[in-house]
C-alpha cells in the first residue's frame, strides 16, 4: 500500500493454552492478576476450561513453553496464588479512600473474590507470541481497505485486539450498506475515507491508553502503584466512569 506503518515491540511475549479447571463453577469472570513480569489472565470458556493469557518477559516466556505440561501448570497457579511484598503506604492510601467511599455508601474495592485454580492443560495447546504496537496511518488505498490487526495492533492487556477489529467490521458494513441504499459506487473514496475517519478516532485513543497502561503496570515505584490502585479504586466505586469505560470499549 505504501503507507506508513508506526511500530514498536512490548519486552513481552503472550503463553497461550486452554486450562482444565480444577473445579467445575460458573466461571464466568475473566481474572487478571499484574504480576511483576507482566499479567496474567484467564478468560472463561465453559464451566470447567478457561482460555491462557500469561505476557512475561522473552526469557521466562521461553523457559516455561519448555517445561513439562505438569511443571507449566504449577508454575501457573503459582503467578496466579503468590504473595508479593505488599507497599504499607499504598495500603494505608487505599484503606483511607475506602473507609470514605464505605460511608458515602459506594463500594470500597475491599471484596475479594478468588480465581479458580488450574488441573491441566488442553495438550499441545501452549504457544508464544510476541507483543508489539503498530498503526497504520492509512486504512485505505486504492483497492485495499485494511481492518483489524493488519491496520493496529494492542497489547492484549485490556483484551481489546477483537473488538477493535469487530467495530472496524462493522463500520465498514454500516458504510458500505448506506452508499449500497443510496446506489452510490461503494468504492468511492469519500465512503472509504469517512470509514478510515471513523475507526481511527476510536481506534487510536484506545491504543494509546492500552499502551498507557501498559507503561503504567511496567513501572514498580511508589507514586505509580498509587496511582494505579486508586485509578482502580475509584474506577470500580464510580459507576458512571466504569460504564463510559465499557461502552468505549464495546463500541
Ligand atoms: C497472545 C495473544 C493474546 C491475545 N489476547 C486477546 C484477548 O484476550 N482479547 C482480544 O480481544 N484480543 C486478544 N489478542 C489480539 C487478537 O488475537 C487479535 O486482535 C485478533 O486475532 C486479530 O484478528 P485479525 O483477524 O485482524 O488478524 P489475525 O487473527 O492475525 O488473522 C490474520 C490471518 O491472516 C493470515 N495471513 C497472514 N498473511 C497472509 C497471507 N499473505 N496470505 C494468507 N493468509 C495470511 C494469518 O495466518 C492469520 O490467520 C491477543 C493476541 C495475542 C497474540
Known sequence: MGVQYLS?????????????LAEETENTTAWQRFLPTGPVAFLPLDSKRSSLVWSTTHAHAKELVK????????????AMWKQYPRRSTVDACTMWVGGMLRRAGLPDGAERQLPPSVRAIVPAS???FPFAFGHSTKYIAPGVVLVG???HRVHPLAGQGV?????????????LADALYTG????????????????QRHNVPTQMAIDALYRLYSLDVAPLVLVRSLGLQLTNAFHPIKKLIMSHATT
Request: a negative charge; charged letters at 25%.
Open 149 to 151: 490487526d493488519a491496520a
Open 126 to 128: 501452549r504457544a508464544a
Open 184 to 199: 452510490l459506487d461503494i468504492s468511492h473514496h469519500s465512503w472509504l475515507q469517512s470509514y478510515e475517519s471513523v475507526r
Open 67 to 78: 517445561l513439562p505440561e505438569e511443571q507449566f501448570v504449577d508454575a501457573l497457579n503459582d
Open 8 to 20: 514498536w515491540n512490548y519486552d513481552q511475549m503472550g503463553i497461550v493454552a486452554t486450562l482444565h
Open 163 to 175: 473488538n477493535l477489529g469487530f467495530g472496524d467490521v462493522k463500520d465498514l458494513t454500516d458504510l
